[in-house]
């Protein structure tokens, strides 16, 4: 069946349609206060009962923020990271490795996550880089690292892609040379000797061994900005193997690799002619010797995962945010007893029981509002920093920020507590007058 | 400004339980006068305020200002009339301490129709002027002494120009000096511009001033056979 209001939606640029969802999560607060507040010029008293209560409406106003802060925060943060996470995956198109666990694989090929993975051999390998439909295909050695950085073997064409044009000085043309991440300490002109391993499972130096680094990656957003790259074939090397080319090789490092002498490598990227050839290979190499996997289909299966994370999160910062803000009605509610006599004196001297009502209401409403506004604001701080450590700590790029999704949400939070507000406020319209005035 | 007359018969108010604690058989009290009421405390002059500005709905009985039996209006009428007929000035003053001077006598503006909201805040400043407070309009009111306070509360209950002013013990927090000024501008409140006072007040100076005098004792009025005529 046809839905009218989600079709005229549809239709509606981005920005427009979600202006309309949030003026429609705020409808019930407008709708609300313009019938509460008409007829009364009600600032004057609302501004004086904030500077009577100055503390306890600056203490009731920063717990909202704090809750709010902290739901849209977590909530941001998390879209950010699967943002992120995405971003980092949008080079490594097609992945092929030996069977196994498709995550393994991709936590190692794309996040750099150290892990044992069989290789594939020397003739499967040719044949992926023979495929009609590669326009590049690249070894992927892992397992050597430097002060706990990952050194990956690949090659020249792999730098290209991966770089997009290098940030400092020239690819590694011999096997001897490096290109550092964007992130790594060491300078153009630097050198290292690579260890074995990777992590707490870092053996010795792989002495006699060194490279000079000749380039410098720019920013990618992703765990390589912490790593070396180096040719494969001086990985191949220091481990004592074949180093991928038959001999009387020229030194000229990058594929083509003799199948005879290719080594193995745990994983190869492949970027594809098209996305129809993408599927062709992935479809072609999913056999029984390989695995060929989209990294961004992996992801998506393990965000599709935590999308159910999310809404568990989105309902929990609901509840928080209402149960902070029940306790703070709860707290108007006393409050509404200290403010007794003077709004028995408005009663007295002629003032309708809305305006008493409108008068309480609006005080909460603002104590929502500011601590709404407060929290959105705390939100994009706490998101920043949230991000700095999280980018900081995995190398993925995390640049969360708050978006729509969250304003509805505030939006919604919002007129629900405008709506409970109606609680205190409709009990300041049944206390006595004559009892109160004599106070 | 025309005052309106009052007529009470069969007036009961009861506490609670049940308790009596007024009784007005009957009381007429002509347009522009200034009554005084005195009593014992406890005696039912408060309550006898509260009742004749609608504050206190009674029991049984009538309460006719002019043409209006308050006693027949729900709790939003009895509302109504006071914000339209009545000014009313309270024993401790009573102001909003954040509000400027200004602010607390005009403070009958913020709920009064659109149209209204002017002619109080302007007649609340003239007033202001009139009771010398017009240059420290804009104070906190909670800077003022109790005197300028009581001064402030008398023109809040003035700014809506109302026909009918009730005082409970206007003059109670102020010396004496300042006592009979007040007293002074309340009657003349009264008889020059023609509104109808009750002033619940244990303050000779101010019985004096009166036109008429109504005691009150264990909630009954006592007073001369001629003058409930």
């Known amino acids: 069946m046809p839905d009218p209001i989600a079709d005229l939606l549809a239709r509606l640029p981005l920005w427009m349609e979600n202006t309309v969802i949030l003026l429609g999560a705020l409808l019930p607060v407008l709708v609300i206060g313009a019938l509460v507040l008409r007829g009364f010029a009600i600032w004057p008293l609302l501004s004086a009962l904030l500077r009577r209560q100055v503390w306890v409406s600056v203490v009731f106003t920063m717990l909202i923020a704090v809750s709010i802060g902290l739901g849209v925060g977590l909530i941001a943060q998390e879209r950010g990271l699967r943002q992120g996470t995405a971003r980092a995956a949008d080079k490594f198109e097609l992945v092929i490795a030996a069977p196994g666990s498709e995550i393994t694989a991709m936590l190692a090929a794309v996040y750099l996550q150290p892990s044992a993975i069989p290789l594939i051999d020397g003739p499967t390998y040719a044949q992926v880089a023979a495929h009609p439909n590669a326009d590049l295909v690249a070894p992927l050695a892992f397992g050597d690292s430097y002060e706990n950085a990952p050194v ?69 957003g992703s765990p390589w900005d912490r790593a070396y790259i180096v040719p494969a ?11 991928g080319h038959a001999p009387g090789w020229d030194g000229t490092v990058g594929g083509p690799f003799d199948p005879d002498y290719f080594p193995g490598t745990p994983a190869a990227l492949v970027k594809a002619d098209s996305l129809g050839g993408a599927y062709v290979m992935q479809a072609q190499f999913n056999t029984d010797r390989t695995m060929a996997l989209f990294p961004g289909t992996v992801l998506s299966r393990l965000h599709a995962l935590m999308g159910d994370i999310r809404q568990v999160m989105s309902i929990l910062a609901i509840v928080t945010q209402v149960l902070v803000t029940v306790g703070v009605l709860a707290g108007l509610m006393m409050l509404t007893r200290l403010l007794a006599r003077r709004l028995a004196l408005l009663r007295a001297l002629g003032a309708p029981r809305r305006f008493n009502f409108a008068l309480t209401w609006s005080y909460a409403v603002t104590l929502i509002v500011l601590g709404a506004g407060l929290g959105l604001a705390l939100g994009v701080l706490l998101t920043r920093a949230i991000s700095g450590v999280i980018t900081d700590r995995t190398d993925i790029l995390v640049t969360a920020s708050l978006g729509w999704s969250e304003l509805h949400l505030v939006g919604a939070f919002v007129s629900l507590t405008a709506l409970l507000a109606l609680i205190p406020a409709w009990l300041t319209m049944t206390r006595p007058v004559v009892r109160d005035l004599r106070g | ?98 509000l400027s001077a200004l602010g607390n006598a005009g403070v009958t503006a913020l709920y009064a129709p659109r149209r209204d909201r002017r002619r109080i805040r302007d007649s609340a ?47 109670a927090s102020l010396d004496r000096a300042n006592a009979d000024a007040l007293a002074d501008d309340l009657m003349r409140l009264a008889r020059d511009d023609g509104r109808t006072l009750v002033a619940v007040s244990h303050d000779p100076s101010l019985h004096d001033r009166a036109d008429r005098v109504i005691d009150v004792r264990d909630g009954q009025l006592e007073l001369p056979e001629a003058q409930n005529a």
């Not at chain 2, 043409?67 to 209006?73: K, P, S």
């Not at chain 2, 003022?144 to 409970?168: M, N």
Request: with cysteine; hydrophobic share 40%.
């Open chain 2, 1 to 98: 400004m025309t005052g309106i007359s009052l007529s009470i018969s069969d007036l009961e108010v009861t506490g609670q339980g049940g308790r009596r604690i007024l009784s007005v058989p009957r009381l007429e009290v002509p347009a522009g006068t200034a009554v005084a009421v005195r009593g014992p405390s406890g005696a039912g002059k408060s309550t006898l305020l509260y009742a004749l500005a609608g504050i206190i709905a009674p029991s049984r009985g009538c309460i006719t200002w002019g043409d209006t039996d308050i006693a027949g209006l729900d709790d939003s009428g009895r509302a109504a009339f006071r914000r339209g007929t009545v000014g009313f000035i309270f024993q401790e003053h009573l102001l909003f301490e954040e």
């Open chain 1, 152 to 220: 990956v073997g690949s090659t020249p064409a792999f730098v290209d892609y991966l770089s997009e044009g290098l940030a400092e000085g020239r690819v590694f043309a011999t096997e001897t040379e490096a290109i550092a991440g964007a992130r790594t300490p060491l300078a153009v002109g630097d050198s290292f000797t690579p260890q074995h391993g990777q992590g707490n499972e870092a053996e010795g130096a792989h002495g006699g061994f060194e490279y000079q680094v000749v380039g410098r990656m720019p920013l990618t």
């Open chain 2, 125 to 171: 400043e003239g007033l202001l002027t009139r009771f010398g407070l017009g240059k420290s309009a804009a104070r906190r009111s909670d800077t003022f002494s109790g005197g300028e306070r009581q001064r402030i509360a008398v023109v809040r209950a003035l700014a809506g120009d109302a026909p009918v002013i009730l005082a409970d013990e206007p003059t």
């Open chain 1, 233 to 243: 074939e001086s990985v191949w090397m220091v481990h004592g193997l074949a180093n």
